[in-house]
């Protein structure tokens, strides 16, 4: 009865609309919006928030054995059968070592006046440590200084899971603290002669996922499965990597040069916004963050942490602690998916993890839950537990199933969809002083996703990896007016 009158209802009011009959609630709503009265769209970003895109070396260079470099532990993944889906390996990748000055056009154009990018450990130190190798830091001076001329400010991650074959072959990666020394080598070498150009430093991207995927999973690169305490000590290793490199970089970088981390930080979500959830969900985010960004922030592993890990915990020493602890002058998070909706519980710890409905929608990537909220919640929890005064979104995006059009256009709605919900409570958070400096779009143009090789393609360029002929897709429209306005147009 209910559903045949609604219906009845809603076709009248369609025919009525469609005969343009109505006095429609679009009209009131842009009558109010011109008046400037509409109090349900977020002040804009801040005056000086930084807009920028986002890619990773392995990713994009391709030329992975020109002018010296070493081989990493992803040339060695990609190439063992049956670790990639789709059978590629970064070998070309986007040719963008040499393409490059035609992608830093791409970026220009985006209107962005900032550009994350990564370097390549193996092009700069080819055997992990020793002797470095000045032509693979030459591409970057090359880069740089193209960056530069455009009017984009770089900002440099030091990791993003290339690591040196011979670290891997020699003391078992991560696996060593030899690794965590040899990166602060490395990032304080690079630092010192990339300073000048470079005000920010990411040291790594994601330990998070490098470090459970590559070493607890063996799903990437080195496709180790460790048991759970040596997992634990490979994690405290990147971790320690991570303080000697910030200590490494403040020595000899330029003063004023500016050093953090960019981590996937497992991102808590309330079930819904009381204040019982909510201080729930931020007991719950220190906890499920405890083994890297919460030891990096407090420089020590919270008593829940240890606990849980039990004779499996990390063995560590207090001056380790210390220099894991060491100060960042910001921190970046990666941010895609809710990865956990937390509600409040009656039981110890307070908190519970709710399960996920089979039924949750996700992007054309099935790990990537869409839930925007996730945006405004991870930085806005994540300063109030640790008292972070200075984020970036390093990383959001999605991949989308683009397809050329006979005319050359890829019309991802679906991902203009995706981001102009992310970044509409981006923008309330900021409206809100969460204090989120900037954001990097994941990605520039379709690249090396991974396991996934290209068949995912995350870019707002489109690119066709036989001809590398690069095509904006709607979407890099839709960012370009977003980043003009500085605001999304409700
Ligand atoms: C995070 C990683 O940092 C990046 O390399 C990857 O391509 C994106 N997520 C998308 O999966």
Redesign the pocket.
């Known amino acids: 009865m209910f559903s045949s009158f609604s219906r009845r209802h809603f076709a009248k009011l369609a025919g009525l609309a469609a005969l343009g009959l109505t006095a429609s609630p679009t009209e009131a709503a842009e009558s109010k919006a011109k008046q400037g009265k509409d109090r349900h769209a977020p002040a804009p970003f801040p005056k000086d928030f930084v807009w920028g895109t986002a890619t990773?070396s392995y990713?994009i260079e391709g030329a992975v054995k020109e002018d010296g470099r070493g081989p990493s532990i992803w040339d060695t993944f990609s190439h063992t059968p049956g670790k990639i889906g789709d059978g590629t390996n970064g070998d070309r990748a986007n040719e963008h070592y040499h393409r490059y000055k035609e992608d830093v056009r791409l970026i220009k154009d985006l209107g962005v006046k900032a550009y994350r990018f990564s370097i390549a450990w193996p092009r700069v130190f080819p055997e992990g440590t020793g002797k470095p190798n000045p032509k693979g830091l030459d591409f970057y001076n090359r880069l740089l200084d193209e960056l530069l001329a455009n009017g984009i400010e770089p900002y440099a991650t030091l990791y993003?899971?290339d690591l040196p074959q011979a670290l891997q072959d020699k003391v078992g990666g991560w696996q060593s603290s030899e690794t965590s020394k040899a990166f602060a080598e490395y990032s304080g070498y690079v630092a010192e002669r990339l300073s000048d150009r470079v005000k920010y430093f990411f040291t790594l991207?994601?330990a998070g996922?490098f470090l459970n995927f590559g070493y607890g999973w063996g799903i990437d690169a080195p496709g180790l499965k460790l048991p759970t305490a040596e997992l634990n000590q490979a994690r405290h290793h990147t971790v320690l990597g991570h303080g000697l490199a910030v200590q490494a970089i403040r020595a000899s970088a330029r003063k004023g040069t500016k050093v953090g981390i960019a981590e996937?930080i497992a991102a808590c979500v309330p079930a819904f916004a009381t204040p019982e959830h909510i201080r729930a969900t931020e007991m719950a985010t220190r906890e499920l963050n405890a083994g890297f960004l919460g030891v990096i922030l407090e420089g020590k592993y919270t008593d829940g942490f240890l606990a849980y890990s039990g004779k499996d915990a990390p063995k560590f020493t207090a001056d380790e602690l210390k220099i894991i602890g060491s100060k960042n002058d910001f921190v970046g998070l990666?941010i895609?998916a809710p990865q956990f909706y937390i509600a409040a519980s009656d039981k110890k710890p307070g908190w519970s993890v709710l399960p996920f409905p089979a039924s949750f929608p996700h992007m054309n990537?099935e790990w990537l839950r869409i839930g925007p909220e996730v945006i405004y919640w991870a930085p806005r929890l994540a300063a109030k537990v640790w008292n972070i005064e200075n984020i970036f979104i390093t990383?959001n995006?999605t991949?989308s199933e683009d397809k050329l059009t006979a005319d050359g256009k890829v019309n991802d709605l679906d991902r203009i969809s995706f981001l102009r919900n992310y970044l509409l409570q981006l923008q309330r958070a900021t409206a809100e002083g969460v204090p989120v400096r900037g954001y990097f779009l994941?990605?520039l143009m379709d690249?090396f996703?991974?396991i996934f090789g290209f068949e995912?393609r995350?870019g707002v360029y489109h690119v066709d990896f036989e001809t590398q002929a690069r095509v904006p897709k709607l979407s890099a429209a839709f960012y370009r007016d977003v980043v003009a306005k500085n605001a999304i147009g409700v």
Do not use: V
């Open positions: 990773s990713q993003h899971w991207n994601e996922r996937n990666n895609y990537s990383e995006g991949s994941w990605s690249n996703e991974w995912k995350f």
